[in-house]
T-cell receptor, first 116, second 110 residues
Framework: DTGVSQNPRHKITKRGQNVTFRCDPI?????LYWYRQTLGQGPEFLTY????????KSRLLSDRFSAERPKGSFSTLEIQRTEQGDSAMYLC??????????????FGPGTRLTVL | DAKTTQPPSMDCAEGRAANLPCNHSTISGNEYVYWYRQIHSQGPQYIIHGLKNNETNEMASLIITEDRKSSTLILPHATLRDTAVYYC???????????FGTGTLLAVQP
């Protein structure tokens, strides 16, 4: 399968622990986006990368959140000192951007985080 | 970011056309209208997009009004597998980030 993959699919952690999620985009997709989705709501934009550069971060992304895409391929999203409010589905999407406005995003299956 | 208004839910009989409306009266001139859907417990799936003209692909048709303030997604022959939340999203510019609303839950009935 050559789609977007995310690992782990589920993560249960205790409040105060650190967690890290991984996203592997579709090969040769230069853009990678992170979103968060809570129950009953649509996904919310968190941040995005073009190649290895992080170009925008949402106000939702507090100092406890950090994302990297070191070689312009896979990306990691780390949450430090987790809180119960961090419980959500974390979605990754990738796309090809070549300068035009059109930009179809392909989403992964998500990582469901539960903070106890 | 343009705001959208969609009905929270709609029903459709299997085999009939599903017409999902969206109001996006504050859309900017350089923003496309994207439609995504999300089947329960899966990531969103791209359906179709358009700028000014009507568009059709293997999944759906998109009708955009001349003033671009609203659009309608048409699934010509809905099946049970089309039951999902459908999101209408104006997006464009350099980031192309997607700002999701709460969407329309389409329930296809047998």
């Amino acid at each position: 399968d050559t789609g977007v993959s995310q690992n782990p699919r589920h993560k249960i952690t205790k409040r105060g622990q650190n967690v890290t999620f991984r996203c592997d985009p579709i090969s040769e997709h230069n853009r990678l986006y992170w979103y968060r989705q809570t129950l009953g709501q649509g996904p919310e934009f968190l941040t995005y990368f073009q190649n290895e550069a992080q170009l925008e971060k949402s106000r939702l992304l507090s100092d406890r959140f950090s994302a990297e895409r070191p070689k312009g391929s896979f990306s990691t999203l780390e949450i430090q000192r987790t809180e119960q409010g961090d419980s959500a589905m974390y979605l990754c999407a990738s796309s090809v951007y070549s300068g035009s406005s059109y930009n179809e995003q392909f989403f992964g299956p998500g990582t469901r985080l539960t903070v106890l | 970011d343009a705001k959208t208004t969609q009905p929270p839910s709609m029903d459709c009989a299997e085999g009939r056309a599903a017409n999902l409306p969206c109001n996006h009266s504050t859309i900017s001139g350089n923003e496309y209208v994207y439609w995504y859907r999300q089947i329960h417990s899966q990531g969103p799936q791209y359906i179709i997009h358009g700028l000014k003209n009507n568009e059709t692909n293997e999944m759906a048709s998109l009708i955009i009004t001349e003033d671009r303030k609203s659009s309608t997604l048409i699934l010509p022959h809905a099946t049970l597998r089309d039951t999902a939340v459908y999101y209408c999203i104006p997006s464009g510019g350099a980031t192309n980030k997607l700002i999701f609303g709460t969407g329309t839950l389409l329930a296809v009935q047998p």
